[in-house]
């Protein structure tokens, strides 16, 4: 996954929830852009609703999917 390829998905108008793959099988949801903080090599996704955060490398982002309405979560 490249930078400009997250931030595009990112600064999306309008925005559209998206999921980031990672290339262990794992899934970051992001319902807002707010919940995503992108840095030059890496990317910290928040969890809604709580203090936890993952710390992404763009290395291992396998894809990035846009959530379906019954997928996404309220922001």
């Known amino acids: 996954m490249t930078r ?3 931030v595009q998905w990112l600064r999306r108008e309008p925005f559209l929830p998206f999921e980031i ?4 099988g794992d899934r970051y949801p ?3 852009p707010e ?7 890496n990317v910290i996704v ?12 763009l290395l ?4 990035v999917e846009q959530l379906e ?5 309220s922001a």
């Open 4 to 6: 400009e390829a997250l």
């Open 21 to 24: 793959r990672m290339s262990n």
């Open 30 to 32: 992001v319902p807002h």
């Open 35 to 41: 919940y995503a903080a992108l840095g030059k090599t």
């Open 46 to 57: 928040f969890f809604p609703d709580s203090d936890r955060y993952a710390e992404l490398a």
């Open 60 to 63: 291992h982002m396998a894809a």
């Open 69 to 73: 309405a019954s997928q996404q979560t």
